[in-house]
């Protein structure tokens, strides 16, 4: 028996394992867990242009004090 693990993204399934095993098998598919969607409010923000830019501000930089110049 090979386990191998994939996603089922409501239309087929696509296995993220490496398969290297060129022998033909019998297959059971079994449906684990749903994957949550992912908060992509998040994504968007920092995809914007100026999202990260507050790590060049030195307001920001939590360990500023521990910084010896």
Same mark, same amino acid.
């Given at each position: 028996?090979?386990?191998?693990? %994939? &996603?089922? #993204? %409501?239309? $087929? =399934?696509?296995i993220t394992d490496k398969i !290297?095993? !060129?022998?033909?098998? @019998? =297959?059971? =598919? !079994? *449906? &684990?867990?749903? &994957?949550?969607? &992912?908060? @992509? $409010?998040?994504?968007?923000f920092s995809a914007q242009t100026? %999202?990260? #830019?507050?790590?060049?501000?030195?307001?920001? #930089?939590?360990?500023? #004090? *521990?910084? @010896? $110049?």
């Amino acid at each position: 028996m090979v386990a191998l693990q %994939g &996603i089922y #993204d %409501g239309h $087929s =399934v696509k296995i993220t394992d490496k398969i !290297t095993d !060129t022998k033909q098998y @019998k =297959v059971v =598919v !079994t *449906f &684990i867990e749903e &994957i949550k969607p &992912i908060n @992509k $409010s998040l994504r968007n923000f920092s995809a914007q242009t100026k %999202g990260l #830019d507050f790590w060049e501000n030195e307001q920001e #930089d939590l360990y500023q #004090d *521990f910084v @010896k $110049s």
